[in-house]
């Protein structure tokens, strides 16, 4: 870990715990917290080895659509099964994830400090009765699980925001580091797609507000303010790892060519300029804002007038990040986003049967 990365990890926690001792203005809060999050988890995609995920663009395509069919999905929930069992069995499903996300993220520091043999030599765990399921870990992992174990505890019986951020502050880092885009066509198709979704879905219908306001699980990142009324500002999880994951790939486009990050900066100043933008049309309209309105134009710009600046427009185009395994990561990726397609169809397809059984006995 690089000194710049390890300063960045350290100023993330501290302004992480900062609103529990001093007062901190959300507007500020918000913008330092997402900004940090994007480069740790930028710097920490960087590996020798292709990524876990690698999204196409027919998945690009697709995404925004199975974005929308979650949304609702959440939002027909909210409106015909009681709130408090719905997110009763959130928080049971977002408990594992937690634990899997934060220990993952504490990991690379946690393995420092223990001896080599607990980073080899995995460990296998095969289910009861299920034997051809079997899990693979090592000892470091279960060491990082101890905190990751203790913290999603005490977000299920206490909710506090501080520990709803740090297991938001894991999926975001985890989400940015583990997903990778195929190409920066790919990117901008993805970005494109949810501007408009993000767009449709809080100006012209009340899904998006109405869901982030009862889905009480780590989806979103809360920010303490001094008003009563409104006692949180809000930043969804997916106005830092959408945009992230490109500002990622711009880093690793700059990687992969032996130079300085000049691209992952003018990405990472456009995500920081739009969502300052996003924040400054928040105050002054006194109204929930889609923030990839401001953050897909700003990044894409930022990139798209560097390049063509320094006339490297076709090299841009052209990348692939690790392209001689890309179309063994999108056949994996495929696999992975039908996984995702068909847990959402039996989620939405349980919650109709659970409303049907509720309706006729009642």
């Given at each position: ?151 999603c505890v005490w977000y299920a019986l206490s909710k506090h925001w501080l520990a709803n951020n740090i297991l938001g502050l894991a999926f975001c880092i985890q989400g ?55 006692p949180f500002s809000m930043l969804g999880l997916g106005d830092i790892v959408i945009p992230g994951i490109f500002v990622a790939l711009a880093l690793r486009f700059d ?108």
């Open positions: 870990m690089k000194k710049t990365e390890r300063i960045a990890n350290l100023a993330l926690a501290g302004l992480t715990l900062a609103p529990l001792v001093v007062k901190v203005d959300p507007n500020v809060n918000v913008t330092l917290t997402a900004c940090l999050a994007v480069f740790v988890g930028c710097y920490r995609s960087v590996k020798p080895t292709p990524p876990t995920e690698t999204m196409s663009t027919e998945h690009a395509m697709r995404f925004p659509f199975v974005g929308s069919a979650m949304l609702l999905s959440l939002f027909l929930l909210f409106k015909f099964l009681s709130k408090d069992l719905v997110n009763t069995v959130l928080t049971a499903y977002f408990f594992v994830l937690g634990i899997v996300a934060l220990s993952a993220t504490l990991l690379p520091s946690i393995k420092r400090f223990l001896p080599n043999q607990w980073n080899e030599n995995p460990i296998v765990w095969r289910f009861p009765y299920f034997r051809s399921v079997e899990i693979e870990f090592t000892k470091s992992q279960i060491v990082a699980s101890i905190p990751g174990t203790f913290f940015i580091e583990m997903l990778s885009l195929g190409s920066f066509k790919t990117g901008a198709i993805l970005l494109v797609g949810l501007f408009v979704y993000d767009i449709f879905w809080v100006f012209f219908t009340p899904v998006m507000v109405s869901v982030a306001k009862s889905f009480d699980a780590p989806i979103k990142l809360l920010f303490p303010t001094s008003d009563s009324a409104r990687v992969s060519r032996g130079k300085q990050p000049q691209y992952f900066k003018s990405a990472y100043l456009g995500y920081t300029f739009g969502l300052v933008l996003t924040i400054v049309v928040m105050n002054w309209f006194q109204a929930a804002q889609p923030a990839l309105l401001y953050i897909v134009p700003a990044v894409i710009g930022f990139l798209a007038a560097h390049c063509l600046w320094n006339g490297d427009v076709k090299q841009v185009c052209v990348y692939a990040y690790f392209s001689i395994f890309l179309f063994l990561c999108q056949c994996y990726s495929s696999l992975f986003m039908h996984l995702i397609c068909f847990q959402i169809v039996s989620f939405y397809w349980s919650s109709i049967m659970c409303y049907v059984f509720y309706y006729n006995h009642v």
